[in-house]
Each structure stands twice: as C-alpha cells, then as structure tokens.
C-alpha cells in the first residue's frame, strides 16, 4: 500500500471513486489524513483532481507516516522547497493533533449556526437544512461557539413539524447562555461525539391515567395534558361545559406550585392553557368551541414524543367533530426546556386545516378572545399584576394589539411572587393580534378578532406562541428582553 500527499492542497479535489489509489491506501489532503475504503476517497469538494500529477506516491513507511513523510518530503521534492516543508508538516503534525489515530475517518461537514445576541437565554429547536451536515441528523452532538469559550452546550435533537403539522425534520434543541460584552451575531459549531446517558434529571414522561400524560423534569412536576375527556362532577349534568378535551392543566410554576385552573366557578369552560373559539361558522351554521356548543374537541393520535436532558417535546392530533363528522384536524406540538435561572420557556405550535370545507373563526364582540388562553390559578384580584409592552396596566384590556402579556401574582404553595407570560410569535399573522387581559385571572390572544376569517381546505393556519414561566415580579424591560430572546431564537441561521 501506498501513502498519497496532495501536491497543491489548493487545487487537488477528490470525492468519490479515485482508480489511482487502492484500498487501505492512506492519503492527505486539505489537512485531513482518510483512508480509501471500498473502492473510493470520500473527503474532499466535489470535482476531479485523482489524476498522478496531482499527487506524490509515497511507498508504504516501515515506520509511522509522521516520519516517513518528513524524510521522503526532504528526500524527494517536486515542488519548490517551502511547499514540500508545508505538506510534510501537515502529515507530520496532524497525526499528533487527532491522537495518532492516522486512519481516522473522514473529515465530516461542521455546520454552523447564527444567532443574535441577547441578555437572556435563548431556548431554539433549529430544523438542519438538508446537506448540512454528513453526519446522521440525529447525531450526538454539542455547541462550541466560534471565537468565545470553549465549554460545550448541551444539545437534542427533537421532532421538528412539516407546514400541516405532522412530524417533519428533525431540529436541535439548546439552550444558550448569554454571553456579556457580546453585540452582534454570534457563532456556534455543531462539536460531534459527544454521548450522554440518561440521567434522573432528565425530563419524562408518564401516563397519570388513561385521560392524562403528565411532565416532569427529574422529579419535579412540569405540566399535565389532558388528551382524554375529564368531567367535573360539580358542574351541572344539563350544563355542556361539564366535560372537556384536549388542554393543559395543572401547569406548574418554578417551585412546584400550581399556577392554572381548571373548571373555575366563574368559568366552567376555562381549562389551564387552552385553545378555543366561540363562534365557528360551518356550511351556513355557527357553533360554538368555546362553550362545547354542538362542536367538541377529540383526540385522534400521538404525533411524537421525545424526553431528554435539554427539552421534551409532545405531539398530539385532534379533531374538531360536529357530531360523529370530523370537520378540522388540529395538530399540536409542546416543547418545554429547562429551566435557565428564574424562568422556563414552553412553547406551542399549532396547526388546524379544515378537512373538506371552508370554516370561519371569529373572536367574541367586543373583547375579541378566541384562540389561545390561559386561566390562572386563584388568587388575590387585587394583588395581581398585569404587565404589557408599555408598561403594568391596572384596567382590563378588551380587543387590545399586544405582542406579549404576563400575569404576576402569588399563588398558593408559592414562596414568593411568580408569574407566566404569553409571547406571539413575531411571524404570527396580522401581528401584533388582538387580547383580552382580565385581572380576575385569564388571559386571551384574540385572533383572527372579531371580524374573523375564512379558512380552506388546503390552507394550514399555523400559529405559535410561548408561555414564559418566571419567579418574582419581573419588570416590563426584562419582559421585553424575554420576548425579543424568543424572537431571536426563531430566527436562527444556519452556516
């Protein structure tokens, strides 16, 4: 066998089958020792380049290749002096570099990913582009950034979603830090190889009952959500809020308290985080979603599911039924990371997609609500708080264009002050969409509002948003710091 040295590193290109080396042949290029293997060099740009005069046959060394190639460099020059010394150096140092491990595989494609800068942690799932990356998509792998420390982040991969909703590319989950001093965008590299175990800190799930799936981060309890039916047995039997699909509930604060209702007296038909419209026009006749007027939420199936060290993800379908008539298909998708500092990011993804017919979506008049919401736990009215981006309002909001709002107060079992916001997407339609804010305890995104919408079979509408959980009472500045990192970090870029 042969040892083969590129003669101008700059020029040669070799990818695929080389007829001028055989298998088990070791050959440099571009600063990367491979070897060839069943029949090809796989390293290297697309082109040609296989041909003998781009190359230096070497005979195969009775010693290492770092030896061999220096004396044979010396020995047998076809270049000028200084480009022979380069090459030589190159088989001479790299072996050292990468352990002495000389028929390591080939070198393999380090993508890039870009985000901006921010004074809080940014929580991103970034879908690879396709040929991004020669590795397996779902390889382990950390983030080192370009430039800053060398410390790697933890990453995950976890079920990204196609434009109806179903489970699509898969997309890297992280959490990165910020970093002080830093304006601009900033750079990290996918650092391959990196192999870690279960551990009890990482996220799960389990089933509760045959109704409820439940989160949890270690041994610490997330969020619940209810796929099957639940009754309250309270509610009057005449009553069609008595029963209800398909939300979540209980969500839980930072330190295990419950901070959403479920079923509250004043409310029957508000449910911890849910989804809901109260006028749906179908086919000439209108029903009502908010209140389980003659339309209902089922479930239909599991989408995916996937619990690790940095996120959990959950993806659920249901439909929206008339009767036995399924008339919307509705997909899901929940992705929770880990707490960083005071806070913990959950976000949703939502996708409906009338099935055979046009549906109009319309909020309530004059106060707007229909879509997401979420009903908070009891607590004192008086000492609740609800901050938007001007500032912390002591008036309920009707119909009101808002791009986040958040409600503090202090829950039951909580030791202090704790809260959680909704922030809107910024590629949400017609953004920033229409709320209600009610200081009794709920808040509502609005949209399409009260003028509605037509929807067609064949046109997804897609909406997400992210449920911001925090400690203590955070100011409007940090609350906008908090929007813009999620802001950020659904505009990664990839290199």
């Given at each position: 066998?042969e040892?083969h ?24 290029f571009?600063n ?5 293997e069943?029949?090809?060099v ?8 296989c ?17 061999s ?11 000028p002096?200084?480009?022979?010394v ?10 050292v570099?990468?352990?002495?491990a000389a ?7 380090q ?8 004074p809080?942690?940014?929580?991103i ?5 396709k ?5 397996p ?24 979603t ?13 959490s990165i830090p ?12 996918l ?21 409820s799936?439940?989160?949890?981060d ?16 309270g509610?009057?039997?005449d ?10 509930h ?6 295990g ?13 508000h ?19 908010w209140?389980?007027?003659n ?21 659920v379908?249901?439909?929206w ?9 509705e ?7 880990k ?25 309530a ?10 009903r ?28 986040w ?6 829950f039951?079992g ?14 949400h ?9 009610r ?14 919408r ?12 992210r ?26 870029m990839?290199?």
């Amino acid at each position: 066998m042969e040892r083969h040295v590129a003669r101008d590193p700059a020029l040669v290109t070799v990818q695929g089958d080389c007829p001028n080396f055989r298998d088990g042949d070791d050959v440099a290029f571009e600063n990367t020792l491979c070897r060839r293997e069943n029949g090809t060099v796989p390293l290297g740009r697309k082109g040609t380049g296989c041909a003998d005069e781009n190359w230096e046959r070497l005979p195969a060394p009775e010693g290492d290749f770092m030896k061999s190639s220096l004396i044979l460099a010396f020995l047998r020059p076809s270049r000028p002096p200084h480009l022979t010394v380069f090459v030589a150096l190159v088989g001479a140092v790299l072996p050292v570099c990468r352990g002495g491990a000389a028929d390591e595989g080939p070198r393999q494609l380090q993508p890039t990913i870009v985000v901006r800068s921010s004074p809080q942690t940014l929580h991103i799932a970034a879908v690879v582009p396709k040929g991004k990356m020669s590795e397996p998509v779902d390889a382990a792998c950390g983030l080192v950034e370009i430039g800053g420390s060398k410390a790697e982040i933890p990453t995950q991969w976890v079920p990204g979603t196609s434009r109806a909703g179903a489970e699509g590319q898969p997309a890297l989950a992280a959490s990165i830090p910020p970093r002080s001093g830093v304006v601009g965008p900033r750079r990290f590299r996918l650092a391959f190889g990196r192999i870690a175990g279960e551990s009890p800190s990482d996220f799960r799930f389990k089933e509760i009952s045959e109704n409820s799936l439940g989160l949890w981060d270690g041994d610490k309890p997330v969020l619940v959500y209810n796929h099957g039916v639940i009754t309250n047995e309270g509610v009057p039997n005449d009553d069609k809020r008595r029963s209800r699909a398909c939300y979540i509930h209980p969500v839980y604060g930072l330190d295990g308290e419950v901070i959403t209702d479920d079923f509250p007296k004043d409310h029957y038909h508000h449910h911890g985080v849910f989804w809901c419209w109260p006028h749906v026009g179908i086919d000439g006749k209108e029903y009502d979603l908010w209140v389980y007027n003659n339309i209902g939420q089922r479930f239909v199936r599991w989408l995916g599911r996937k619990a690790g060290p940095v996120a959990a993800a959950l993806g659920v379908e249901n439909g929206w039924f008339v009767g036995e008539r399924k008339v919307m298909i509705e997909r899901v998708w929940l992705r929770v990371y880990k707490p960083s500092g005071k806070e913990r990011s959950m976000d949703l993804e939502f996708t409906w997609s009338p099935v055979d017919r046009p549906i109009t979506l319309r909020g309530a008049e004059g106060k707007s609500y229909g879509g997401l919401c979420l009903r908070y736990a009891p607590r004192p009215e008086k000492e609740t708080l609800i901050t938007v981006p001007v500032g912390k309002t002591t008036e309920d909001l009707p119909d009101t264009p808002l791009s986040w709002a958040d409600l503090t107060a202090k829950f039951p079992g909580a030791p202090a002050l704790g809260g959680a916001a909704i922030f809107v997407d910024p590629l949400h339609p017609d953004f920033p969409p229409p709320w209600l804010t009610r200081h009794y305890g709920i808040l509502c995104v609005g949209w399409p509002g009260v003028k509605g919408r037509t929807f067609r079979p064949g046109e997804p509408i897609r909406l997400n948003y992210r449920v911001w959980i925090h400690e203590d009472s955070v100011e409007p500045a940090v609350l906008q710091e908090a929007f813009d990192a999620y802001a950020a970090g659904r505009k990664v870029m990839w290199e």
